[in-house]
């Protein structure tokens, strides 16, 4: 189930951060277009060097409500899951419970590094914290340098955060850049 559920967040990391953050059209969602704002004001306040020159950048953390809309997503995903489950083998109550949980947990656990490693690639490079040393984190600081340094529309790529498979998967992944210009 962790495993399913990791490709699955991959994937919906993946179509989010690229069909709703990088989206062009406006949306009749005022929280849809709330957040494609937010992530476009990021993307034009970072500098070069991945400092950021607008200290109220919203796209720094995850809030609360991001946190409840991963919920809703991770248990409107469950519900197939456990259809498809239950088809093979009956399962119980208590199981389903028990997946609502590792859920929750998976939630909190994609927050909480992407706060942390976010904010250390743009603002702290911290020695201090664990999560600096760690090989996760390079690959996270060198994967979202590249999508900052990407510019242009046809050339977005790395979208991935937390879960790298969908990059790799949907062919979005870049390892090169030749841009020296910041993708203001």
């Not at 179509?15 to 990021?42: A, C, M, V």
């Not at 970072?46 to 946190?67: P, Q």
């Not at 197939?80 to 656990?109: A, G, K």
């Not at 994609?110 to 702290?124: C, E, G, V």
Request: include cysteine; hydrophobic fraction near 40%.
């Amino acid at each position: 189930f962790i495993i399913i559920l990791y490709f699955y967040a991959s994937i919906i990391e993946w179509y989010w951060h690229k069909y709703i953050l990088h989206s062009k059209k406006p949306f009749n969602n005022k929280y849809l277009e709330k957040q494609r704002t937010i992530h476009t004001n990021h993307h034009k306040y970072t500098e070069h060097d991945m400092s950021i020159n607008n200290k109220d950048d919203e796209a720094l953390f995850f809030d609360i409500y991001n946190y409840i809309i991963f919920n809703i997503i991770g248990i409107v995903i469950l519900i197939p899951y456990l259809f498809i489950i239950n088809v093979f083998n009956n399962i119980s109550y208590y199981n389903i419970i028990i997946y609502c949980i590792i859920i929750l947990i998976f939630n909190l656990l994609y927050i909480y590094l992407f706060n942390n490693m976010h904010r250390i690639s743009h603002k702290d490079k911290n020695n201090d914290n664990w999560l600096y040393n760690t090989s996760y984190y390079k690959w996270f600081e060198f994967n979202h340098t590249i999508h900052h340094l990407r510019r242009g529309d046809d050339r977005k790529s790395n979208y991935n955060f937390n879960f790298p498979f969908s990059d790799y998967f949907f062919n979005t992944l870049t390892i090169l850049t030749k841009n020296t210009v910041h993708c203001k």
